[in-house]
């Protein structure tokens, strides 16, 4: 921290201390920054300007809702009336079980 620096007097002003860099200045070089930091012209800086983007909503309703079918259940496709147990045919292979 500087504490020669502006130490001149001006009518009207006052010594300040930058909040970022800690030197000292006249009160006619401090900025005050979007952050609400007293600094000075060095240590300013602008806003960014994706800061001020503005997006537009998202509809994330669908447009129409149905309720869900019930379950339709089918039968096997083999033939199940023979008399032996646990063998079935299947696209032309005899399956043992």
């Known amino acids: 921290m500087s504490s020669t620096g502006n130490t001149y007097f001006l009518k009207g002003s006052w010594n300040v201390i930058c909040d970022r860099c800690g030197e000292k200045y006249k009160a006619g070089q401090i900025r005050k920054e979007w952050t609400g930091l007293m600094v000075c012209e060095g240590?300013?800086?602008?806003?960014?300007?994706?800061?001020?983007?503005?997006?537009?909503?998202?509809?994330?309703?669908?447009?129409?809702?149905?309720?869900?079918?019930?379950?339709?259940?089918?039968?096997?496709?083999?033939?199940?009336?023979?008399?032996?147990?646990?063998?079935?045919?299947?696209?032309?292979?005899?399956?043992?079980?």
């Open 43 to 97: 240590c300013w800086e602008p806003r960014h300007p994706q800061d001020f983007i503005r997006t537009v909503p998202d509809t994330m309703s669908v447009p129409y809702v149905r309720p869900r079918p019930a379950d339709i259940f089918i039968g096997p496709t083999y033939n199940t009336s023979d008399s032996i147990v646990n063998v079935g045919l299947i696209n032309g292979f005899i399956i043992n079980g």
